[in-house]
């Protein structure tokens, strides 16, 4: 009797789909996959649903409103594994800028009638809801890395992503300093390596695309910024409130940054 392919699924909740946009950039790679898994739930590329159990679930976005809250549990109970994958579903994207502010008047401004919208206060990771097997950071994530995730949950082991910095990238590829040798202000010692130091390797400073790496030593940072580059606190501040402005490192720090002021 031959045996049940492991069955895949891809949910998006609040995000701009760029992570599923780089699932489906792995169309040659999906095609050597396809003997070994069932793409069992995947609204951006096929309309075709298969009802779970899934083996695997990989959940896009941020918990933003009420009835997302509620739909992120019916995927848990239906998920084996659940992976988190992209900014907004490890630390609540962009759209959680709306946390440092009154949520309730930016409704106001946006939209003609706010009283029609139904919003949370917050918008929160996937792991502040659910339990979460593993998260993939990134804005959007790494095609490699995502191919090494999705082979690690079928072969029943640990994914092999790197916890080290940026600055491990540039090193790697013989890039040079850009914060040491040029004075351009860089996050690359305090983020998450992934995107192969991109920024850095066009000559400009790491944006923080992939969050915050182990351990980052965020106040050091931000003081040789100040001191060294004559960087302004609240540009220190803004910079930490991107696409993982509510990654608890980075929420934490420009939340201290902005209370001692300038």
């Not at 003997?35 to 069992?40: D, G, N, Q, R």
């Not at 239906?78 to 994207?93: D, P, Q, W």
């Not at 540039?170 to 192969?196: D, E, F, Q, S």
Request: glycine share 6%; with cysteine; hydrophobic share 35%.
């Amino acid at each position: 009797m031959k045996s049940r392919k492991p069955k895949l699924a891809v949910w998006k909740f609040a995000s701009c789909d760029g992570c599923q946009l780089t699932i489906l950039d792995c169309e040659d790679e999906f095609l050597k996959l396809a003997s070994e898994i069932e793409i069992a739930y995947f609204p951006e590329a096929t309309k075709k649903v298969v009802k779970g159990p899934y083996d695997l679930s990989l959940v896009e976005g941020s918990i933003t409103t009420p009835h997302d809250a509620k739909r992120i549990q019916e995927v848990r109970n239906a998920s084996k594994y659940l992976v988190t994958i992209g900014a907004c579903a490890t630390s609540g994207g962009i759209q959680a800028l709306r946390n440092f502010q009154n949520v309730a008047q930016f409704a106001s401004i946006v939209y003609a009638r706010p009283d029609y919208i139904q919003t949370l206060e917050k918008s929160t990771p996937i792991s502040a809801n659910v339990k979460v097997d593993f998260e993939l950071q990134g804005c959007p994530i790494s095609k490699h890395q995502i191919l090494e995730v999705i082979s690690a949950f079928l072969n029943h082991r640990k994914p092999q992503i790197p916890a080290h910095s940026v600055c491990m990238e540039c090193k790697a590829k013989g890039v040079v300093c850009v914060m040491v040798a040029k004075g351009i202000p860089c996050l690359g010692p305090i983020t998450h390596a992934g995107c192969g130091a991109l920024c850095p390797a066009y000559n400009r400073g790491c944006y923080g695309c992939y969050g915050p790496k182990e351990t980052p030593n965020i106040p050091s940072l931000m003081r040789w910024w100040e001191g060294e580059l004559g960087v302004k606190r609240q540009d220190s501040v803004r910079v930490l409130r991107t696409f993982n402005s509510a990654a608890k490192p980075f929420e934490e720090a420009s939340t201290q940054m902005e209370k001692e002021g300038a």
